[in-house]
Nanobody, 125 residues
Framework: QVQLVESGGGLVQTGDSLRLSCAASGSTDSIYGVGWFRQAPGKEREFVAAIRWSESNTYYANSVKGRFTISRDNAKNTVYLQMSSLTPGDTAVYSC??????????????????WGQGTQVTVSS
């Protein structure tokens, strides 16, 4: 099993940057991929970005491509989501998730078995 803890959320203004962290513990050697998802009030959960744990492959939603960057520090068992040029449309609870399966579906929430508790990101206009 893996435990995930997100941090770094907060209240920022339009155009600001923010970095989220997802710290993993437990059976981290078995992680294949880590993804970030977000959910705004009244909206469905949305894929944001994903990364393969031991490779450099990254995946992004079109809505964040060019503004968000996902990265990992394997020594710290941590995945980061650097967010820039934030807009009110980015306001949501951001959650990270991990999967052990060698899946091609890293952009789909059903590919993940382990989820963090989420961190709130609020962007004011």
């Amino acid at each position: 099993q893996v435990q995930l803890v997100e941090s770094g959320g907060g209240l920022v203004q339009t155009g600001d940057s923010l970095r989220l962290s997802c710290a993993a513990s437990g059976s981290t050697d078995s992680i294949y991929g880590v993804g970030w998802f977000r959910q705004a009030p009244g909206k469905e959960r949305e894929f944001v970005a994903a990364i393969r744990w031991s490779e450099s492959n990254t995946y992004y939603a079109n809505s964040v491509k060019g503004r968000f960057t996902i990265s990992r520090d394997n020594a710290k068992n941590t995945v980061y989501l650097q967010m820039s040029s934030l807009t009110p449309g980015d306001t949501a609870v951001y959650s990270c998730a991990a999967t052990f399966a060698r899946t091609v579906w890293l952009e789909r929430f059903f590919a993940y078995d382990y989820w963090g508790q989420g961190t709130q990101v609020t962007v004011s206009s």
